[in-house]
C-alpha cells in the first residue's frame, strides 16, 4: 500500500492532483482545503497517503498533514460514510473547526456542508463524539501568550488563493470571491463558498 508520496506538483484540479514522482504520475484525490494550500504546478510537495483498494480501482488520497489524515481515517470508519463523504466533510470545515463541531455535538454546523444531511451528521456526532475530544485542542496554559488575531476574512483569504492554485488571475479569484461571500456568508462552509466563487467565475 502506498503511504506516501514525495514529488512534484503535475496538475491541480478540482477535486484531484496529479503528483509526479520520478516520471510517474499519481492521481490523488484531496480535500479543497488541502487542494487550496497545494504547491504551484512545477513545485515539490509530500503528501500522507491513504490507499482504498475496490473491486474495479485502486483510489489515492492526499493528506499535507497528520491530523487531517487521522480525522479521514475516523469520518470513513462511520457507517455509511465513503471515502469521497469523508474528503467532503473535510472540505467544508478546517479540520480543528471539524473536530471541535464533532466533540460540542453541533449538529447544525455539520448539516451546513454541502452534502451532508441531518441523519448523516447525527450519525458522525454519535459515533465520534468521544473519538474528536480525545483529537481536540489542548487549551493554552495559564500566562501564555495569545494566539495571533485572525486577518480580517480568513474565508476569503483561503477562497482567493484556492482560485488562483487553479490557474485564475488574481483580480479574477478576488472578484468571485467576494461575490460568493455576498451570496453565501462568511460563515457558510468552505465548499459551500467555492462552489459560489466557480458559478461566479462560470458567468463572467
Do not use: C, W
Not at 46 to 74: H, M, N, P, S, W
Not at 97 to 112: D, F
Amino acid at each position: 500500500m502506498i503511504a506516501a508520496l514525495s514529488g512534484t506538483v503535475a496538475e491541480k484540479n478540482l477535486d484531484h492532483a496529479v503528483i509526479d514522482v520520478q516520471g510517474v504520475g499519481y492521481r490523488v484525490h484531496l480535500s479543497l482545503l488541502a487542494l487550496s494550500r497545494l504547491p504551484e504546478a512545477g513545485q515539490r510537495v509530500q503528501l500522507r497517503i491513504r490507499t482504498v483498494v475496490r473491486e474495479d480501482a485502486l483510489d489515492l488520497y492526499g493528506f499535507l498533514a497528520r491530523k487531517e489524515e487521522e480525522l479521514f481515517e475516523l469520518l470513513t470508519s462511520v457507517s455509511h460514510v465513503g471515502p469521497k463523504m469523508g474528503l467532503a466533510v473535510l472540505s467544508g470545515l478546517e479540520v480543528e473547526a471539524l473536530i471541535a463541531a464533532l466533540a460540542a455535538g453541533e449538529v447544525g454546523r455539520l448539516t451546513k456542508i454541502h452534502g451532508v444531511g441531518k441523519k448523516t451528521a447525527e450519525r458522525l456526532v454519535l459515533e465520534l463524539r468521544e473519538k474528536a475530544k480525545k483529537l481536540g485542542i489542548v487549551p493554552a496554559a495559564a500566562g501564555s501568550k495569545p494566539a495571533p488575531a485572525p486577518s480580517k476574512s480568513p474565508a476569503r483569504d483561503d477562497l482567493v488563493s484556492a482560485l488562483v492554485n487553479l490557474g485564475y488571475k488574481p483580480v479574477q479569484a478576488e472578484k468571485a470571491a467576494e461575490s460568493a461571500l455576498e451570496r453565501a456568508g462568511e460563515e457558510a462552509p468552505f465548499e459551500g463558498l467555492f462552489r459560489e466563487a466557480m458559478k461566479a467565475l462560470r458567468a463572467t
